[in-house]
């Protein structure tokens, strides 16, 4: 098994591409161990010093480390975790998987607004995004205020306030106008 690595915007995050499948729906997000319980594979990567976040996208994973840990110090036992863990055939997570479909549900007089922007989300936005190893899901639309929450590469990414401001503020309201803002949520 030969799993190719890229680097995304985020320096503390690793993206690892193993050739496989890694989930069939939606994304999952480990920000630490505990989170972790269902995920053989979060699970494992975890078990390696230093690892602070594990992301699962449909053909990826991102890995985040701690900034006192270079890559290269780190990157051979990233990628001996993983390739144990699709030898070993578990899989990636235990139970329903479509925890994260990339969205929240959102009814009321918004909802025609909500469905366009979640449009645009799924169409624009996600798929540039999770080339960086990432995912921006939305969380609410609220009096022209979307709230969206970032995983993977893009939380904690010094360049994460500039595409959301710069990049997905400036896409929504030229399609939307009635979007005012974009905020991240936790």
């Keep these: 098994m030969f799993i190719q ?3 995304t915007p985020n320096p503390a995050t690793l993206k690892f591409l193993p ?3 890694v989930l ?3 994304t999952a997000d480990f920000p630490d161990a505990d989170a972790a319980k269902r995920s053989p594979l979060a699970q ?3 078990a390696v010093e230093n690892v602070t976040g594990v992301f699962l996208g449909r053909d990826f994973i991102t890995v985040t480390k701690t900034d006192d ?3 290269d110090h780190l990157k051979p036992s990233v990628l001996g975790a993983i390739m144990e863990h699709f030898q070993s055939g578990a899989p990636a997570i235990e139970g329903d998987v479509a925890e994260n479909a990339g969205h929240a549900d959102h009814d009321g007089p918004d909802s025609e607004i909500v469905v ?3 449009e645009l989300l799924d169409t624009r936005v996600r798929p540039a ?3 960086d ?3 921006i899901t939305f969380h609410g639309f609220d009096r022209g205020i979307v709230y969206l929450h970032m995983q993977g590469a893009c939380a904690g990414c010094p360049s994460s306030t500039l595409t959301l401001k710069m990049g997905i503020e400036n896409l929504l309201r030229h399609y939307i106008p009635e979007v005012i803002e974009v905020r991240p949520v936790a």
Excluded: C, M, S
Aim: charged share 25%; hydrophobic share 35%.
């Design 5 to 7: 690595t890229e680097t």
């Design 19 to 21: 050739g496989d499948l």
């Design 24 to 26: 069939q729906d939606g």
């Design 44 to 46: 494992r990567i975890f």
């Design 69 to 71: 840990v270079p890559w």
């Design 116 to 118: 366009q922007i979640k």
């Design 129 to 131: 995004v999770a080339q």
């Design 133 to 135: 190893g990432g995912d």
